[in-house]
């Protein structure tokens, strides 16, 4: 589905890095943050929260590329047969993840999910070299080293569980591989994406309002409330992922993306009062220390760059 690696792109990995890294940061503050979003709905039907994402995130997109006199871009998206392909996959991937995520956290297994995003950072790192011929130094192997063995703890610690964590993390990897390939930027490819989705959302609302249960929006203000910021809670991050992974490498991508389930962590012992356990501890360990090293690396990469370039 994703398109050639020597496609043209509007963004380079290495054009406005800066950019990229504040676009990545709110993205995964967001995702992070998102299982207290999730504990205020709970009531709601998984498929049918889903749903609602996609039917509400589409409106807020297209006033948005109005807004920002984006329309040619998405009309061309649309008319390009590769293009509208590749975010046909790219579509189906990310409700694969956010159907299997929120069913994950309405159904209490959190850690599932967090040791997902965790495994994510090493997918992406495979797929970089694999597919976007980014090579790692010495440095940031031992970083990914570090990583692995710290995911494996936890891994071996929730094996029941595993199918959540591997579903979460293939798939989001390749939806972030196939928006980094696909020539179009942020705004308008998300569109397409929810274009994609609607008619699967409607005819899923449409049978679960035939249901003895119903549906929920509209049962009281505060569930209609919620369910209609489901819109801006899936769209937002989204773009700032699709416009971080357009400037970033996609290892480097991967890494900051341990901001997301390390906030989720917290909010389990905080918030969810959820037990840390020692082997989560060793294991937050070993991937903070392997944060540490792969931004090491990253700094000392670009005081080099900085300096050859005086």
Known sequence: MAMPASAP???????????????????????????????????????????????????????????????????????????????????????????????????????????????????????????????????????????????????????????????????FASYGLVRKLVSVSALPGLTVETIVLMPLAAGYLAYAGRSAQGLSFGADGYTTLLLAGAGVVTAVPLLLFAAAARRLEFSTLGFIQYLSPTITFLLGLSVFHEPLRPVQLGSFALIWLAIAVFTWDLLARRSHAARAAA
């Open 9 to 171: 792109a509007p963004h380079s990995a290495s054009a406005h890095p800066s950019a990229g890294l504040a676009y990545a940061c709110g993205a995964y503050l967001i995702w992070g943050t998102l299982p207290l979003y999730m504990q205020l709905v709970r009531h709601v039907p998984p498929l049918e929260f889903v749903a609602w994402r996609v039917l509400f995130a589409l409106p807020l997109c297209l006033l948005l590329v109005v807004g920002l006199r984006q329309t040619g871009e998405l009309r061309a998206a649309l008319r390009n047969r590769p293009v509208l392909l590749a975010l046909t996959g790219s579509a189906l991937l990310i409700a694969i993840n956010w159907s299997v995520f929120v069913v994950a956290v309405l159904h209490g297994h959190v850690l599932a999910t967090s040791l997902g995003y965790y495994i994510n950072p090493l997918v992406n790192v495979l797929l970089g070299t694999l597919f976007l011929r980014e090579r790692l130094g010495a440095r940031q192997w031992t970083a990914v080293g570090l990583a692995m063995t710290g995911v494996a703890l936890l891994a071996w610690n929730a094996l029941p569980m595993l199918w959540i964590s591997l579903s979460l993390a293939l798939s």
